[in-house]
């Protein structure tokens, strides 16, 4: 059975490691090389708040969603 998981940051987490190193954590959905950022957030900086999308390889497109009112 498919789910749809709503993800609503869309910017990743930024971790600090003990050594001080940076890395950086999917929380948009959509990295190609999930736990880690690879900069596909940047696909939903211009999301209207209050609104539920869906992403493919072509674009967007936004759902009505009964849960969201």
Same mark, same amino acid.
């Given at each position: 059975?498919?789910?749809?998981?709503?993800?609503?940051?869309?910017?990743?987490?930024?971790?600090?490691?003990?050594?001080?190193?940076?890395?950086?954590? $999917?929380? $948009?959905?959509?990295?190609?090389?999930?736990?880690?950022?690879?900069?596909?957030?940047?696909?939903?900086?211009?999301e209207e708040p209050g609104k539920l999308y869906?992403?493919?390889?072509?674009?967007?497109?936004?759902i009505k969603s009964f849960y969201l009112e």
């Amino acid at each position: 059975m498919a789910r749809l998981v709503r993800h609503d940051r869309n910017h990743p987490y930024e971790i600090t490691t003990q050594s001080g190193e940076k890395i950086y954590v $999917c929380a $948009c959905g959509l990295s190609q090389h999930k736990p880690f950022c690879d900069g596909s957030h940047k696909r939903t900086l211009d999301e209207e708040p209050g609104k539920l999308y869906i992403y493919d390889e072509k674009g967007r497109i936004e759902i009505k969603s009964f849960y969201l009112e």
